[in-house]
């Protein structure tokens, strides 16, 4: 085992144990908690890096969360002390400040915190919830002067938001995914001046609600098919020249323009953080960026679940706790079975999940025509398992993001040519995530074990 090499003969808190260990207090976490109590899980563990829980939220202060989960309209923090609430209520444990350095496989965590110092914990099961962080400026070449005033849009979030400090007066965004429109609308409602938001591709990267409202709502312009193509300023950023690109998506010197501004958000991408999944040895999907997964978020490492925005990145925080309650059940059933506790009254007396496993395969989710990626990328097939076990997984829900914006289209599931489900679309956008629920009793074992998801025409 490669784990903590250099820890080997320490005086470590060996005795440490968790059932499920969870890594990242978000709205991913929580609800994985939650679950994972719920499932009958003993001890429960939240290890969050910040000084509070709810992940992202608490700098969400705006309304939008929780329409579907709760059938309501909450503001992030709102949304956030609800799972805070529960998880406290059943008894789950959170150890706050302390930051998760590696994940083995075999299933140990080890974290730092300033009060605990070097924590080592063995556990039945592992959750990873760590979420997703801003693509830097860096990532993007932008020729001119490296001035102050330059943020990504998070940043400067979570200084109007928390620190409650206004990044300048005049302010450019570039890219419109959902956290560049949501500032847009706040920087506006606090005063600053919003004059553009610039999107090299030529359709909003965001939510199509958060364009309307957050951008048309406030008469701030969106130029679709434009860039920023020079900055200006040099120890204050002055202004940026924009312009629009061509096929190669270069721009085109000619047409260029400058626009006055002392502030520039960037909003061009959110990355799953998987650091710890990477070195931990579990198989990363490219086109998420996050953990390949079955349908019970469980990782290519057996024992490790993953949830939310480190599996790929959700437009709504009500399908993240979708995942994480998923992830959390099965994790506490695997949690069982490490435990080598038989599981009276569920798959097989005596049993346990095990007996389950052995009846299961598992087949694939591959993206087709006009899918950009697919989640899950596995699915796990119950086979001759008891028909309660698998009447209870009987859905299939797939996650998925279209390549190229279409209209009038048809969601197609097929497996070997077949069409299993069909599913009409007047619209689809690569900002807007799709959900489709297959029957997996319909799923004819038969015609091999890969599912297709492709987007045709009508
Ligand atoms: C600006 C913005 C606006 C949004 N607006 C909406 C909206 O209006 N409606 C809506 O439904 N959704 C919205 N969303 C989406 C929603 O907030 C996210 O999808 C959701 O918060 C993701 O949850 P998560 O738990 O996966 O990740 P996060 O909320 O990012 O939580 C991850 C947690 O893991 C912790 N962590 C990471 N690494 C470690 C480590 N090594 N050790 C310990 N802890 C670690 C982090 O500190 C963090 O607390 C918005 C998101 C953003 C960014």
């Not at 499920?20 to 290890?47: D, F, H, S, T, W």
Request: aromatic share 4%; with cysteine.
């Amino acid at each position: 085992m490669k784990a903590f090499p250099g820890l080997k003969g320490k005086d470590l808190r060996k005795d440490l144990r968790a059932d499920v260990a969870v890594i990242g207090g978000g709205p991913a976490g929580l609800a994985a908690a939650v679950a994972a109590k719920r499932a009958g899980a003993e001890r429960v563990v939240v290890i969050e890096r910040d000084v509070r829980l709810g992940g992202i939220l608490p700098q969400c202060i705006h309304t939008g969360f929780g329409l579907k989960w709760f059938g309501e309209e909450l503001t992030g923090p709102e949304y956030a002390a609800r799972f805070v609430d529960e998880a406290a209520s059943v008894g789950v444990e959170f150890m706050l400040e302390t930051m998760v350095l590696e994940v083995t496989q075999e299933r140990r965590v080890a974290a730092v915190s300033p009060r605990h110092g070097l924590i080592v914990l063995q556990c039945g099961a592992i959750i990873l919830a760590m979420g997703c962080r801003e693509r830097p400026r860096g990532a993007l070449v932008l020729p001119g002067t490296r001035p102050a005033g330059i943020f990504t849009a998070g940043t400067a979030q979570r200084l109007v938001n928390i620190e409650g400090v206004l990044p300048g007066r005049q302010a450019v965004i570039l890219g419109s995914g959902d956290v560049g429109l949501i500032m847009a609308r706040r920087l506006t409602l606090e005063g600053v001046k919003v004059q553009a938001v610039v999107e090299i591709m030529t359709y909003p990267g965001g939510l199509a609600r958060n364009v309307q409202q957050c951008l048309r709502d406030f008469d701030i312009p969106l130029y679709l098919g434009h860039t920023i193509s020079r900055i200006h300023g040099r120890d204050r950023l002055e202004g940026v020249s924009v312009a629009p690109v061509d096929d190669a998506r270069m721009p085109i010197a000619s047409e260029e323009w400058f626009i006055p501004c002392d502030t520039l958000l960037f909003s061009v991408g959110l990355i799953p953080e998987n650091e710890l999944s990477a070195a931990c040895g579990i198989e990363i999907d490219p086109a998420t960026g996050g953990p390949v997964v079955t349908d019970e978020m469980e990782t290519s490492v057996p024992g490790i679940f993953a949830c939310g925005n480190v599996v790929h990145v959700h437009d709504l925080v009500d399908h993240v706790t979708e995942d994480g309650m998923v992830a959390g059940a099965a994790a506490a059933a695997r949690a069982r079975v490490e435990a080598r506790t038989p599981v009276l009254g569920e798959v097989g007396k005596d049993a346990g999940l095990e007996s389950l496993q052995v009846l299961c395969t598992t087949g694939e989710i591959r993206p087709g025509r006009n899918v950009r990626y697919v989640v899950p990328q596995r699915f796990v097939r119950h086979g001759d398992a008891p028909a309660a076990a698998a009447a209870a997984a009987r859905t299939l829900t797939i996650s998925l993001r279209p390549s190229e914006p279409a209209e009038n289209v048809v969601l197609e599931v097929s497996i070997a040519g077949r069409v299993l489900r069909r599913q009409r679309k007047q619209k689809v956008r690569p900002g807007e995530m799709i959900q489709v629920n297959v029957d997996r009793l319909a799923i004819p074992s038969e015609k091999g074990d890969t599912l297709t998801v492709s987007i045709v025409e009508r």
